[in-house]
């Protein structure tokens, strides 16, 4: 979808234009960091009141903040032309339809985006589903109930054979699996509704980080300036409240921190601004490893790029979005991600024009490396972490990108080699 013709994104640029931090702006705003995170990545529709509001903080007239209007409907109709996979020259016939039929553009426009936001939403539970501990438990004892339940009232619907006696212990059997029932029911929503309240957003250690993160803009230019230390922000983040969380914050600021002494921000602007946005070309001229790189080129926010870590088991350390780019917050991610090709072969740069099949086939350009952690010793096996740097829409003009999904639950492509569970998109749940 054309980026100009968002509102999440122009509110984005008015922030960062003057000086806001997310989480200021949405403090001011009286919503939480995470949900105007979500507006100003498009993934929330914003309008009346709360766009008023953010218009007056923002010193702008509410205008500005969406104009485009009609840029973002043929953009929409665009995107899902590609989804449908339609050609080229139909594709670019959405102005001419939204011109003579706006009416049923915006309908199909409307339909598009629900679309996309159920497979959100069924990416979202299906992940939760499966790998939720205390979801799965719950979802478990309400089956089992159940079953026993149905069990119970059929032994009485089929056998007229009963004694008064066995009728009677039947039936206190069921009231007391129908109360049971309705307990875990009722604990049930009131943990799904706690997992989608704002405030609520850490339900596990990676829950809490990401959060923090997201108050951050995944920025921390106190902390590179050594205005703050990790250990002060940990202590003042709200969002960080469990040990574990703290525990992976510390290892990303103290890295952040080790980052910039290395390469500040300056330096590396003005190195990019001579080789352009390429990772190798920006390590030989900084003289410092592409994994460096790749961190501090995610931690500038013109360049929109995203950042995955994982360590030597493929388990994903660090998730910084891009918008279109999926990145499964539960569970493994899709194997054919050049992220999992480098852990082999350390120091390897891989660059990887690719698709991410699902809702709009955006397109991304990939780099990927891996590097050993930690202190050399005798007789033991390297630590190896993997970065990929992940930049929107520099792949659009490539001859044969690569089509990747982001896990194989929710991933629509067949007869991928890849493939180690069914697509709940194709096989049903």
Partial sequence: MAREGLTGSRIRERRSVAGLRQADLARSLGISASYLNLIEHN???????????????????????????????????????????????????????????PGWAEVLATGHRRIASLERTVETLSDRLTHDPHLAASVHELLSTAAAIRSTAAILADDAELTDEWRDRFHANINQESRRLADSSKALVQYL????????????????????????????????????????????????????????????????????????????QSALNETGPDPVALARHLTVPVAMVLR??????????GLVVC???????????????????????????????????PGQVIRTPLVQLGRGRAAFDCFAVAEVVGAPSYNQTPLVQASMLVLPN????????????????????????????PSILSNGL
Avoid at 338 to 344: H, I, R
């Fill in 193 to 268: 509704d706690a997992g989608q309240g704002v405030e609520d957003a850490g339900a596990s250690p990676q829950d809490e980080l990401e959060a923090f993160l997201s108050e951050h803009d995944y920025t921390f230019a106190a902390l590179e300036q050594g205005k703050d230390t990790p250990e002060g922000m940990i202590a003042a983040a709200s969002s960080l409240r469990s040990n574990a969380a703290r525990h992976m914050a510390r290892g990303i600021l103290e890295r952040v921190v080790e980052d910039a002494r290395q390469v500040p921000l300056p330096r590396l």
């Fill in 43 to 101: 993934r929330r529709r914003i309008g009346g009141k709360l766009l008023l509001n953010i218009a007056r903080v923002l010193d702008v007239e509410p205008s500005m903040l969406t104009e485009g209007a009609e840029a973002a409907l043929i953009a929409t109709l665009r995107e899902a032309a590609t989804a449908a996979n339609l050609t080229e020259t139909e594709a670019a016939r959405a102005d001419e339809f939204a011109g003579r039929f």
């Fill in 311 to 345: 360590d030597r088991a493929g388990s994903l350390l660090f998730r910084k979005p891009t918008t279109g780019f999926v990145i499964p917050r539960f569970g493994p991610a899709c194997a054919l991600w050049p992220l999992f090709s480098v852990l082999g072969q």
């Fill in 296 to 305: 501090r080129m995610a931690s500038l926010p013109a360049l929109e790029a």
């Fill in 394 to 421: 520099s792949a659009a003009d490539a001859a044969q990108p690569a089509e990747v999904g982001a896990s194989c639950s929710v991933c629509p492509r067949d007869g991928c080699a890849g493939r180690r569970e």
